[in-house]
Each structure stands twice: as C-alpha cells, then as structure tokens.
C-alpha cells in the first residue's frame, strides 16, 4: 500500500563532486543535426534552449538544494539563467582528466544523472543540455559560485575561449549561464517572453515553494514576473479552471511514495464538458500520457463506479465508462521517479510499468476515502459522471439516426462539398469556405485535381457550450464532420482522415474572425488531433488591390500596402495609386482569388498549431464560454493589439 508523504523532495546525502560526472560519448553532430537534440530550429528549439538550462536548475531543486531560479532576457536576446544550488562541480573528472565544469559544457551526455549519485530523480535531456546549448550558441559563458570563489569559463559554438579560472570570491553557492543563440542555427532568435512565462509558470507549480522569476530587460518590452505556488499542484488546478465554475469547492489532492518514486495527483471538476487532464514525470510534460496517466484513469473509473454502486446511486451492472467520469475534469498528475523510461527522445509518453501501480494504489486508496468524507463532492462527481453517459448515449443514438438518414455509410458525400479528383489523403487540401457567393468563386477558381471545396453558410455552432448529442444533428457542422471522414470525440481516426490540408477562408473582419474561431473550437475540442498534427490552416486574403495603369497589386497588411504604394510611385510621388479595400471573399472573381488566395506557389497559409494546450483551452474557455466578465476583461486588455477591422 502506498505511503502518505508531504515531503516532495529526495535530498541527496553525497557531495556533489566530479566524480558523479560520467561521459558517455563527444560532443559531435549538434551543429550538423540540431533537430536531433532540441527538435527544430524554429521558435520551439530557440525557446527549447532555455528549457535546458532551466532544467539543470530544477534537477537541483528536485535535488533539496536550490530554492530560486532567476531567468532574463537581456537586449540582444541574451538569455540568463542563475540558481542558488550547489554550483557544477569544477574539479577534476577522472575519466577525462578535464574539470566537471568543462565536461559538462563540451561533452554530450555527461551529468550527473547516469547512475553517479549526483541526482536521484532528474529531468533533462539525459544529460545532454548544457551542451547542446552551448554548441548551438554565438557565445556561452558560465559562472559558478562554490567553495568560496567565483570560477568561470567562456566558449564559442561549443569551441573554448576562456579556461577555467577564478574570478572573484563569494559567500554563497550557485550558477549562472548567459548565452547568446547562435543566427547561424536558427531561423530566428528573437524570444517571446509569454512562451518562457507560460513554461516556467508550469515549473513554478510542479515545484511547490521553489521561485521562479522572469525578466523582459530589452528595450521597450520591459516586464518582469515572480512565481512561488506554496500550494503546488493545487495551485496548478486552481490555475487550469480559472475561468470554469467547479462542481465542488475544494481541489481533491491525493500523493504518495514508494521506495525512491513519488506521485502526487490534483483533482478539480467543472461544469464544463471537457477533460483536461496533464501529466508530468521529473517535471518533462508527457503529452502522450503513458503509465501513470493509465493508473490514474483506472483507478478513478473504478472508484467512482464502486461509490454509485456502494450507495445504490448505480443500479445492478449499470457502469459509467472512463470518458464519462473525466468529463469536466481538471487534473494534474506529477510523479518523480529514478531512471524514468520516455519513450522517444522527445520524451512524450512515460514507460515505467511500476508507476501506474503506484498511482492506481494513491487514487484507489485516498480517493475512496475522500468520497466517504466527503459525501457531496462525490455525489456531484458521480452526477455528472450519469449525465455524461445518457449524453454519451443520446449522441451514439443521433449519429446512428443521422447514418440513417444520410446515407453515410454508403459514403454519401454532403452537397454542399465539391470534392477533388486526387484520392491520396496526403495530396488533397479541403478549402472551408462561409458563403456561396466566395464558394462559388472558389469553386471555379481552383485546381479541381486536388482542392475541395466545402460551402459553409450562416454562424455555426458554438460547442464549448454543447455536447457531442447536438453536434451530430447540426446542419452547419455535420456536413463537415461527414466531408473530413475522420469522426469526432473518442470515434476519431486520424488514419480516416480525407485531406491532409484543413484551409479555413473567411473573410479578414470580425464576421470572418468569427467564423474562424467557431471552426477552431470546434477542431480543438472534438479533432484535435488535426491540430496536433498540423493539417488546419487558415488562409490569408490580401486586403488591398492598388492598381497604376495596368499594372495592378494586392497588399496583405496596411505596411505592405504602403510599401507597394511608394514602389508603384517611383519617382514621381505625385502619380494617382487606386487604392481599393477587399470588402470581402465573395467580391473577388475566380481568378483573383486562385491568384492571391489559392495558388501554392504565390498564397500565404497560417498554420493552425497547438503550442501550449493549457493557455489554448484557457483561451477557447474565455472566448467561447458561458461565463461574459472573462471575456469582457480579455477584450479590454487585448483591444489595443487589433489593427483595422471592418466593425
């Protein structure tokens, strides 16, 4: 049986020397394959540089050693990151003969984090994080503050520029990283201070009494934030249903241990109709769930159906499923564990078979003797649980009812589609259109080999505020869900999937703003993984025709438009540019609109990506909810960040 434990941290009774620093293999092939170790290139690898060094610091903190991570971004998009743990060992690795502190920066995989005693539980890239930073940045310098004296090194692309040497004395423990992102590597190295909130805030959390603090220092975005949740976890769920209405007024917090692996799970149910469910194992988010996600899903299946069934709330064999007792659910799930097994280098997907054990054992244990103390609470949770299966058997009922009615399972396509000729998934892109005035242009306009197009008409549902029953029988969204083939909910099949390219064309107003973030919820709620696999776009009309004689343009921005202008004058100012605004899709003829809009060789394409699932379901909930005082506050912090809209 599992332990009760409120001490969350393993203190390591070693010292933390160079022997605990182990080399497993050089540092080779960053530079050549960056994509390897921090993903891409793009943004998520430039921010993903950070997370490493961030990480060495937490692994401290999870270590019993360090109480406050300071992180800023100083002019020139220097990032520093500085820690009052111990400090990286800077005496001599035995294995190489070098300095922990030039190891750890030069060699891939070198830690202390492979069985050398230097950390029990670890997040981190296996080690590989200090340097791989170091080889994808312009310039590293490190200090460390330790023994008494301030010690420093200074590299270049991973070469080394400055030996170690003492540079001051000091009264306390601790390092600090600046480096600057190398051009050369990435294809941009400004940072976005909200990603960095966004991920050290979860750090915050997952850590509970450990200060993270956030700097802005460049010029003209300067802010600062500093994070402490005493509360953790707690904190975490109270966070994640901000702007929901709980079903029950405490958050249920249920932990335990055994031998050196630790969890700890904190519950909240909303009134809402979506499960929010985030996972995390040594502080590395595991997206793709794995064992501990599996244990914490059987055992509350199991506890609440034995409760309903205990109290003659549930009669006879009458069961409520897994999807319907996490309908509503907000719940964080943290385990910290030695020699955790992720599965990929990723680290989406957690592998260790012993920790749904003890995951199963807490949540069976601790939450049945929650609902015995807490007789309310469970009879809400179990409620909403009922509510959940007659409406999951309502929209089972309606889809066979629809099938029925349509045809669909002949294959009967909606007639509002006018498909493509291309049968290969990966090839074919659907473009949704709102209007049969922009269809129709479109219709004609498009290369019929491989675009489709699907006539949307008047406002659609909105279902954040509906469940799957009345979404089945929804005149705007069902043709959708019939042309895309993939189903919805737990029916989806991303293998059934008809295009590989989503393309919602609205119009650049509020009207089509609208549209878009109808058509978004609905993908992000009931097909999200066509975000998650980047198949949704949204198209990009231009704005603006500026025509000089013949010659005629189109401008995507106010900027461009300008910009075109002054091209089309050249040196004579004072010649007449016709500037018109596109009122609209529909206004454009077929070949205007192939030209600007659908063309694969001149169009522009957003795509439609995930980031952060937290903020986006926080965003959805606000935008889209039942609750208007939220909205009302988001509209007025971000209204100064709108351009030109026609109202």
Sequence with gaps: MAENTNELTQKVTEEYDASQIQVLEGLEAVRKRPGMYIGSTSSSGLHHLVYEIVDNSID??????????????????????????????????????????????????????????????????????????NALSEWLEVQVHKDGKIYAMRFSRGDILEEIHVVGETDRTGTTVRFKPDPEMFDDTVYDYEILRTRLREQAFLNGGLTISLEDLREGSEKSISMCYEGGIREFVQYLNKHKTPIHQDVIYLSGSKSDA????????????????????????????????????????????????????????????????????????????????????????LGNAYIRTLVDAIVNEQLTEYFEEHPAAAKAILEKAMMANRAREAARKARESVRRKTGLESGQMPDKLQDCNERDPSLCEIYIVEGDSAAGSAIQGRDSRFQAILAMWGKMLNVEKARADKIYGNDKLYPLIVALGAGIGDEFNIDRLRYHKIIIMADADVDGSHIRTLLLTFFFRYMRPLIENGYVYSAVPPLYKLSRGKTQRVAYSDEQRDEISAELRGDNPNVKVDISRFKGLGEMDPHELWETTMDPEKRSLRRITLGDAIQADQIFTVLMGEDVEPRKEWIEQNARYVGNLDI
Excluded at 67 to 84: C, F, K, L, W, Y
Excluded at 327 to 334: D, K, L, P, Q, T
Aim: include cysteine; aromatic fraction near 6%.
């Design 60 to 133: 401290e903190a999870l270590a019993g050693y360090c109480t406050r991570i300071d992180v800023a971004i100083e002019p020139g998009d220097i990032i520093r990151v500085s820690d009052n743990g111990r400090g990286i060992p800077v005496d001599i690795q035995e294995q190489t003969g070098k300095s922990a502190l030039e190891v750890v920066f030069t060699v891939l995989h070198a830690g202390g984090k492979f069985g050398g005693g230097g950390y029990k539980v670890s997040g981190g890239l296996h080690g590989v994080g200090a340097s791989v930073v």
């Design 262 to 349: 630790i969890a700890e799970i904190a519950l909240q149910y909303n009134d809402g109709f979506n499960e929010n469910l985030i996972s995390f194992a040594n502080d590395i988010h595991t997206p793709e769930g794995g064992m501990h996600e599996t244990g914490f899903k059987t055992a509350l299946t199991r506890v609440i159906n034995a409760y309903g069934q205990k109290n003659n709330i549930i009669k006879g064999d009458d069961k409520v499923s897994g999807e319907d007792v996490r309908e509503g659910i907000s719940a964080v799930i943290s385990v910290k564990l030695p020699e955790a097994q992720f599965e990929g280098q990723t680290k989406q997907k």
